[in-house]
């Protein structure tokens, strides 16, 4: 078979994408890795074919400064928030829509080419990032099955909808009528790495995968293997915390610091860029190494709650303190927290709280002193480790794709 993969731009929706990808061209089928050109370097280095189409959204830089902003300044969501929208007060849901029509101008800008390329390449199946509206249009257009892949608990939000749903976007539907084709708001099936234990919400049509970490290629550093004399904890914070502004890296520095003062060994992972904004550090930096490459030396995280970054490190089996700073990572801060292995602080709150770095240096000295946190780390790795492959995930797929084309 051809398999069109095609993701919504930023590497925490093309990383999730990889594992599958390769575990079909093992199994000996034809893909192609669709994206934008700011992305098209990341896509060749995972070794995929890559296809590149389309641009950078029609919305102006006002426009997504306002909407990073209005992200990072919210307060406290309920941590299942995306399976309960309906709840929601209505400046959330009209916060949502607007996340909703940026994702559909991220769509509008590639769909044109994509469906070009499909139309002449003809996939027999359209695996799309959960964001990326792009590709249920182009499997409509072409009358092809389409599967829906998430990337953790941040992917069970349905922005294609007017909140609370269940109907679409009227600039959602726009893009199926460019190619005369009914609206799609389902995937004939949904692909799941999340392990259930953090799921916040279950499709009825999904296939669980075991989550493998790939966070971009790299080699492995020197001096984190071996036995360790003291803890190591891991300082990442993502690639989107500095759209928050002024000093959103703040309590990241204040972690760094605590876990020095505790006599306990500090790595961080970020870019260059990222770690001069911070001065001297009382840590090794790892810039732009791979994140799967750098946790099985550390003992805990601290982190900006990332989907990619918190089922790596569950992946690793290792602790984790959540700094959330957005609606998205409030839902994986919570569910860590709520299957014991993790802790859950509020990156807004931080920011305004007169004693931060205390608050954050208890949380650390807990996490690493407490020895129920490493135990439901342990149980979260094991819970991934019991998914299924990718390899089976695929053999799955073609049997269901069988069963469509029949």
């Given at each position: ?277 911070l001065g001297p550090l009382p840590a090794r930096m790892f810039a732009s ?7 099985p030396g550390c003992d805990a995280i601290v982190h900006q709650g990332g ?100």
């Amino acid at each position: 078979m051809r398999i069109l993969f095609t993701f919504f731009g930023t590497r925490p929706h093309l990383y999730p994408l990889v594992p599958l990808a390769w575990a079909f061209r093992v199994a000996g089928h034809d893909v192609r890795l669709a994206g934008t050109p700011k992305w098209a370097s990341d896509v060749a280095c995972s070794g995929l074919p890559a296809v590149t189409v389309g641009g950078s959204p029609d919305v102006s830089s006002l426009a997504r400064d306002e909407l990073a902003e209005a992200t990072f300044t919210q307060q406290s969501w309920p941590v299942d928030w995306a399976a309960h929208v309906d709840r929601l007060d209505r400046g959330r849901q009209v916060y949502l829509e607007s996340v909703g029509r940026y994702l559909v101008a991220a769509a509008a800008a590639m769909v044109d080419e994509l469906v070009a390329f499909a139309r002449t390449w003809a996939p027999d199946l359209v695996v799309y990032d959960s964001f990326s509206y792009a590709g249920p249009v182009t499997a409509a257009a072409l009358g092809v099955p389409a599967v829906r892949h998430l990337s953790g608990t941040d992917s069970a939000q349905r922005l294609e909808f007017l909140q609370p749903g269940p109907d679409p976007l009227p600039e959602y539907a726009a893009l199926f009528d460019r190619f005369a084709v009914g609206v799609r708001t389902d995937a004939q099936t949904t692909v799941d790495p999340t392990p259930p234990g953090m799921r916040v919400v279950t499709s009825p049509a999904s296939l669980g995968m075991r989550y493998v970490p790939y966070n971009g290629p790299g080699a492995a550093p020197d001096g984190l293997s071996g036995r360790r004399r003291r803890p190591r904890v891991c300082v990442t914070w993502g690639y989107t915390i500095s759209a928050a502004g002024g000093d959103s890296t703040r309590p990241f520095r204040e972690a760094i610091d605590a876990i020095a003062a505790l006599g306990m060994d500090c790595v961080v992972v970020t870019s260059a860029a990222e770690a001069d904004r911070l001065g001297p550090l009382p840590a090794r930096m790892f810039a732009s190494v791979p994140l799967h490459l750098i946790l099985p030396g550390c003992d805990a995280i601290v982190h900006q709650g990332g989907d990619g970054t918190a089922l790596t490190a569950a992946a690793a089996g290792l602790p984790q303190l959540i700094v959330a700073a957005s609606p998205e990572s409030d839902m994986a801060g919570g569910r860590l927290s709520g299957v014991g292995a993790g802790i859950y602080l509020r990156h807004p709150d931080l920011r305004v709280h007169p004693a931060s770095a205390a608050v954050i240096r208890d949380a650390v000295a807990e996490l690493l002193s407490n020895p129920t946190y490493a135990d439901g780390a342990v149980r979260l790795r094991e819970e991934i480790e019991s998914q299924p492959a990718p390899s089976e995930v695929v053999r799955a797929l073609e049997s269901t794709m069988v069963t469509v084309g029949s």
